[in-house]
């Protein structure tokens, strides 16, 4: 088993792609040596840079859709804060917590399906204040078209971040109000005006490994620039709330997959990882990631930025 491992480590470090019946084999290795693996496989396309971002929830809850795990739908029943839209002094005060805090990054997050013109004029306005302070603008915004999208790049925003969720063929037990054909017409619009590209999914859904790395293969193909790896939060009143948490170890073990896959790429692990991980969390790096959501989530309580910055330092890696 380590034979075969050891040579496609030294597939993807020669520049080679794995095929899906490769990957498959990674799925039951030994957990050290797929770390050893995908650790050698981030330090030569990587390097020792870790890239933080965070996040605001500009716009919570009152969501149309039924996304099965979010706890923002109006068609579940949770005790999630709701509100409007956040005031632009509020944003931009959260802005400058995350820079001060070590973010490189700072993403605008709103609830829906999309956002109306009205407010997307809003989101432009911050995205210029955002590069101001000297932050990288994101945006998650829902299913956009191009010519909205143009307008984001015109005021300066640098990433727009859109999930795929999950494999094709599971997308239908997750979300039924809109399709996966419907996020790839976004992605390939975000493509097409040049903007960088943040798309990953959720684990710990219901997905099989099949599900995990049809995901990553259509992510390659895709050639996003960062992925972000996020872990089931079960919430009491949405249709996975009695899901358990995946296990820490699993966890693991998709990062490290997920890091052979997609090599060259950012892969950052966001949402459920403290809740998932827990005194695993310092594993993450060597497992392959090398980027981090810092601070909180959209509507749970994440990890101190000062730990994963003293867990960054103490692994003797550099974050930006």
Same mark, same amino acid.
């Given at each position: 088993?380590?034979?075969?491992?050891?040579?496609?480590?030294?597939?993807?470090?020669? /520049? @080679?792609?794995?095929?899906?019946? *490769?990957?498959?084999?990674?799925?039951?290795?030994? &957990?050290?040596?797929?770390?050893?693996?995908?650790?050698?496989?981030?330090?030569?396309?990587?390097?020792?840079?870790?890239?933080?971002?965070?996040?605001?929830?500009?716009?919570?809850?009152?969501?149309?859709?039924?996304?099965?795990?979010?706890?923002?739908?109006?068609?579940?029943?949770?005790?999630?804060?709701?509100?409007?839209?956040?005031?632009?002094?509020?944003?931009?005060?959260?802005?400058?917590?995350?820079?001060?805090?070590?973010?490189?990054?700072?993403?605008?997050?709103?609830?829906?399906?999309?956002?109306?013109?009205?407010?997307?004029?809003?989101?432009?306005?911050?995205?210029?204040?955002?590069? %101001?302070?000297?932050?990288?603008?994101?945006?998650?915004?829902?299913?956009?078209?191009? *010519?909205? &999208? =143009?307008?984001?790049?015109?005021?300066?925003?640098?990433?727009?971040?859109?999930?795929?969720?999950?494999?094709?063929?599971?997308?239908? %037990?997750?979300?039924?109000?809109?399709?996966?054909?419907?996020? !790839?017409?976004?992605? #390939?619009?975000?493509?097409?005006? @040049?903007?960088?590209?943040?798309?990953?999914?959720?684990?710990?859904?219901? *997905?099989?490994? #099949?599900?995990?790395?049809?995901?990553?293969?259509?992510?390659?193909?895709?050639?996003?620039?960062?992925?972000?790896?996020?872990?089931?939060?079960?919430?009491?009143?949405?249709?996975? /709330?009695?899901?358990?948490?995946?296990?820490? !170890? =699993?966890?693991?073990?998709?990062? @490290?997959?997920?890091?052979?896959?997609?090599?060259?790429?950012?892969?950052?692990?966001?949402?459920? %990882?403290?809740?998932?991980?827990?005194?695993?969390?310092?594993?993450?790096?060597?497992?392959?990631?090398?980027?981090?959501?810092?601070?909180?989530?959209?509507?749970?309580? @994440?990890?101190?930025?000062?730990?994963?910055?003293?867990?960054?330092?103490?692994?003797?890696?550099?974050?930006?």
């Amino acid at each position: 088993m380590n034979g075969l491992l050891s040579e496609l480590k030294e597939k993807v470090l020669d /520049g @080679g792609d794995l095929s899906e019946d *490769e990957a498959s084999f990674l799925v039951n290795v030994p &957990l050290h040596s797929l770390f050893e693996a995908a650790t050698s496989i981030r330090e030569r396309f990587r390097g020792d840079l870790v890239d933080l971002c965070a996040i605001v929830n500009a716009k919570s809850g009152n969501c149309t859709e039924d996304c099965a795990y979010c706890a923002q739908s109006t068609r579940h029943r949770t005790s999630i804060s709701v509100y409007p839209w956040l005031g632009m002094e509020e944003i931009l005060r959260r802005a400058h917590e995350a820079r001060g805090s070590g973010a490189r990054r700072f993403c605008i997050v709103t609830s829906g399906k999309r956002v109306s013109d009205r407010e997307l004029e809003y989101i432009a306005s911050a995205v210029g204040e955002i590069r %101001r302070i000297g932050l990288l603008p994101c945006a998650t915004l829902g299913l956009l078209d191009r *010519e909205a &999208l =143009e307008r984001l790049k015109e005021a300066g925003l640098d990433r727009f971040h859109h999930n795929l969720e999950t494999s094709e063929r599971f997308f239908q %037990r997750v979300c039924t109000t809109h399709t996966f054909s419907d996020k !790839l017409k976004t992605i #390939d619009a975000v493509k097409e005006v @040049g903007l960088s590209l943040c798309s990953g999914g959720i684990f710990g859904i219901g *997905e099989s490994w #099949d599900d995990r790395l049809s995901m990553a293969f259509t992510l390659k193909r895709l050639d996003v620039d960062s992925v972000p790896i996020n872990f089931l939060m079960p919430v009491k009143g949405t249709p996975m /709330g009695h899901l358990p948490l995946l296990h820490p !170890l =699993e966890a693991l073990r998709i990062i @490290g997959v997920y890091r052979f896959i997609l090599p060259q790429k950012e892969i950052r692990l966001c949402g459920g %990882r403290v809740q998932t991980l827990g005194e695993l969390n310092s594993m993450v790096f060597l497992a392959g990631a090398d980027g981090l959501l810092i601070g909180n989530y959209l509507t749970m309580k @994440g990890r101190c930025a000062d730990d994963d910055i003293r867990l960054i330092e103490t692994l003797g890696l550099r974050y930006r």
